[in-house]
């Protein structure tokens, strides 16, 4: 009984041998992009052929998983990947209990809801995706989303990685043979801020501000906590006798617990603060009020500016104050130096008190002596 491998001509659609060079219709094969991947093999004197797609190696393990199957009598089963489409494979696995409790998934069932909707849900996950996600990448990358631009590189990769993340957890659970997903290069990201407040421009912020939204901003300017960490800040975590705020590992990001010191105008605002008996939240809504924040800057005269921004003015002036690099990174919750140095931003200020490394000043006559054999080089 005869197994074989075969490869899909990317012009006539004829099948061939993997020996063959070239096709029948004088295409070259071997180095042809766009070729696919066949099995056939005969069962029971009937000859079966299955798509496998444009990986070589998926094509040999399936046809390794046929022939272990023939040599022990046992029953054949077709490629799962043409056994299930993509939209039942997404709720597969958004009903894993170790996805649900991700604190990010609501942003992973957008992220690959947006793939999704590109590809379609009805599409089987048999077929050869890269070329379609790089239509993908390409679409939001010159459209306009909801908020009446393109999305960013960054948005795009995450998409991608979400949806390239259920796919190789559906291989590691059995629901399907292998990922047609393969290696995809990650857009290049261009997402580091520059925009720094000075104490003018953030004064003029906070007083355009009122009530919470008075109160996050005036942490998010002082202590480098995130957005969330912020608007979720209780009673119970905040330590006037020794002016820290404790967050447990369930309250960061990285889920390492950490201590940041209380600065001083923030320790009175929250000095000043009515504390309720029970404790509880400190900000009433921990929803961020995004119009009254633009509203504010519109007043101060601020563009190009976001709330994420303020963290980035926290690590940069506890850095400007002397502070030791590392005690930087434990107030913030950078694991990474990579991410840490991204909100540190060095203004041209700062290059005009650069300091020099003491010397000798060049005996007299030297200098021109220099300046004429460099003149003549």
Not at 152 to 174: C, E, G, H, Q, W
Not at 350 to 377: A, C, F, I, N
Request: hydrophobic share 35%.
């Amino acid at each position: 009984m005869t197994m074989a491998l075969l490869i899909e001509c990317p012009n006539c659609k004829n099948r061939n041998s993997l020996k063959n060079i070239s096709c029948n219709c004088g295409k070259t094969l071997r180095k042809a992009s766009g070729k696919v991947y066949w099995i056939e093999y005969y069962l029971a004197g009937s000859r079966k052929r299955e798509r496998i797609g444009h990986s070589k190696l998926a094509a040999e393990n399936r046809l390794r998983k046929v022939q272990i199957a023939k040599a022990e009598g046992k029953f054949i089963n077709s490629n799962k990947n043409n056994r299930i489409t993509l939209g039942k494979l997404r709720n597969w696995y958004l009903n894993l209990a170790e996805v649900q409790q991700k604190r990010s998934y609501r942003d992973v069932c957008q992220c690959i809801d947006t793939v999704l909707k590109f590809l379609g849900e009805t599409r089987l996950v048999g077929d050869e995706l890269n070329q379609d996600i790089e239509r993908f990448q390409n679409h939001r990358l010159n459209n306009k989303s909801r908020r009446g631009k393109p999305a960013s590189p960054a948005t795009i990769n995450r998409n991608v990685a979400n949806f390239r993340a259920m796919l190789n957890k559906a291989v590691d659970y059995y629901k399907i043979d292998s990922s047609p997903l393969r290696r995809l290069k990650k857009l290049e990201e261009n997402n580091v801020r520059e925009k720094i407040l000075s104490e003018e421009d953030f004064g003029k912020l906070l007083s355009n501000c009122s009530g919470d939204l008075k109160g996050l901003v005036l942490i998010g300017y002082y202590i480098p906590m995130r957005q969330a960490e912020i608007l979720n800040l209780m009673w119970e975590e905040i330590d006037f006798k020794l002016k820290f705020i404790r967050l447990s590992g369930m309250r960061t990001k990285n889920k390492k617990g950490r201590v940041i010191s209380l600065h001083p105008h923030v320790y009175e605002y929250l000095r000043r603060l009515p504390e309720p008996i029970g404790g509880g939240y400190v900000f009433k809504s921990r929803c961020f009020n995004r119009r009254a924040f633009n509203k504010a800057k519109e007043i101060a005269g601020i563009i190009d500016f976001n709330f994420h921004d303020l963290r980035h003015c926290a690590i940069n002036n506890l850095r400007l104050a002397g502070n030791d690099h590392f005690v930087i990174k434990e107030q913030s919750g950078h694991k990474t130096n990579s991410a840490f140095e991204r909100y540190n931003l060095v203004s041209e200020d700062e290059v005009k008190r650069l300091k020099w490394h003491p010397y000798s000043p060049l005996p007299s006559g030297k200098m021109d002596t220099y300046m004429d054999t460099t003149s003549q080089q």
